[in-house]
């Protein structure tokens, strides 16, 4: 699938960090693991994020450095570690988190790299919750926000990780962004702290009109996905796809929102775009981790 359009750059805000499992530690971060996706796809990243001048922050810099990831925009801290999570999986392969808070990532400063990568040509912003859990994170995001509001689309995978989110984080995060992507628990989640008085049905056109969303997409786990667009009253579902053999589901969201903006900067069809997201993600769980290490990977999904 070819692009209709020239490819414009993608910013990345937030986490980096290692996923420290059982058996194994994993380079991640719902940020970093889009961002790698999009890169191996085809796709212009600029990554800003902070790492402690530390060992696993030499090694996060060196790994962005032999990927061909764009590293100027990922800040060193003297003073906190790099970002840590730690990991186990239920029998179903699910994963449960335990996020180490007062990390580098909860720091990240509106500098000169940042303040010259929002002069340049963007033609999208991806952003989550969890790096708005301290101020300096979030004022700084806020800053680029207000910069390239009028000039680029932000993309919200709002990624609620318990208790590192407030109904401020969120009704902000909403009002930010134009593309919406959100599991069905995140929705009631939502529901439940913003005190929405819509029935569950249509929560997602209450968010899409109330935000004045561009489209928003939810997934359902073994339900599928749903995509609603702004002014089109039918939305689009796509089953979901099981995976040959389940390895595990970590990253699986990350890779299904790197490939909803993918084919949402290649200008597929919005049923295209659910579809393509929906097989890539369901490879993802195919494989151990969120990031797979050979390129071949991509090459069915590549969009250039």
């Known amino acids: 699938m070819q692009l209709k359009t020239p490819l414009g750059k993608v910013l990345v805000f937030g986490e980096v ?21 999009l890169h191996h796809l085809g796709i212009p990243v600029r990554l800003i994020s902070r790492v402690g001048e530390d060992e696993p922050g030499r090694e996060i810099l060196d790994r962005l450095q032999k990927v061909g990831l764009f ?7 003297t003073i906190h570690p790099t970002g840590e999570v730690k990991v186990t999986l239920n029998d179903r392969g699910v994963p449960e988190f335990n996020i180490l808070p007062e990390r580098a990532y909860d720091y990240i400063e509106f500098d000169s790299c940042i303040e010259t990568l ?36 932000f993309v919200l995978d709002i990624n609620l990780r318990s208790p590192f989110y407030t109904p401020e984080v969120i009704q902000s995060s909403l009002q930010n962004c134009g593309i919406l992507k959100i599991n069905e628990d995140e929705l009631a989640t939502i529901k439940e702290t913003l005190r929405i008085d819509s029935s569950a049905e249509n929560l997602p056109r209450y968010l ?6 561009d489209f928003l997409c939810v ?28 390895v595990d589901t970590v990253g699986a969201g990350d890779a299904f929102c790197a ?3 993918a084919g949402y900067l290649a200008g597929w069809p919005k049923q295209t775009l659910i579809e393509k997201a929906t097989e890539f993600a369901s490879r993802i769980c195919e494989i151990p ?13 590549r969009c250039v």
Do not use: W
């Open 289 to 301: 981790g969120a990031l797979p290490e050979n390129r071949e990977f991509y090459k069915p999904y």
């Open 118 to 153: 929002t002069r340049e040509e963007i033609s999208l912003v991806y952003f989550g919750t969890l790096a708005q859990r301290f101020s300096t994170s979030a004022e700084t995001l806020d800053k680029i926000c207000k910069v390239l509001v009028s000039r680029s689309t």
């Open 259 to 261: 490939m909803l903006t």
């Open 219 to 246: 997934t359902k786990g073994e339900e599928g996905s749903e995509l609603y667009e702004a002014g089109n009253n039918i939305s689009f579902y796509c089953p979901a796809l099981p995976p040959k053999k389940v």
């Open 71 to 77: 590293a100027e925009g990922v800040q060193v801290d």
């Open 17 to 37: 960090l290692f996923d420290k499992f059982p058996n194994r530690t994993s380079l991640g971060g719902a940020p970093f693991n889009y961002a790698f996706h």
């Open 208 to 213: 899409l009109d109330t935000y004045k969303l």
